[in-house]
């Protein structure tokens, strides 16, 4: 009994880290579709466009699995 309950989770963790870039892409679209662009006022999104920003490039990385998960 333990070695079947064993081996049922070791292939759920194999499952998981197989399928887990297919998690994490799913998990992101949908985060990225609760905010559309109808729920912001247009004076909102002015305000936002005269604000003075910098954006480094190199600094932007993938988002691992935990992060996706926590909602960062």
């Known amino acids: 009994m333990l070695k079947k309950t ?3 989770i070791i292939l ?3 499952l998981l880290l ?6 994490k892409n799913g998990i992101v679209k949908y985060m ?10 247009a004076s909102d999104i002015k305000k936002n466009n005269e604000k003075d ?3 480094d490039f190199e600094s932007v990385q993938l988002p ?9």
Not at 18 to 23: D, G, M, N
């Open 12 to 14: 759920i963790i194999g």
């Open 6 to 8: 064993i081996a049922i």
């Open 53 to 55: 920003a910098t954006f």
């Open 32 to 41: 990225s579709g609760h905010e559309t662009i109808e729920q912001y006022k």
């Open 18 to 23: 197989i399928f887990s870039p297919f998690i």
């Open 64 to 72: 691992s699995m935990t992060s996706v998960i926590k909602g960062a």
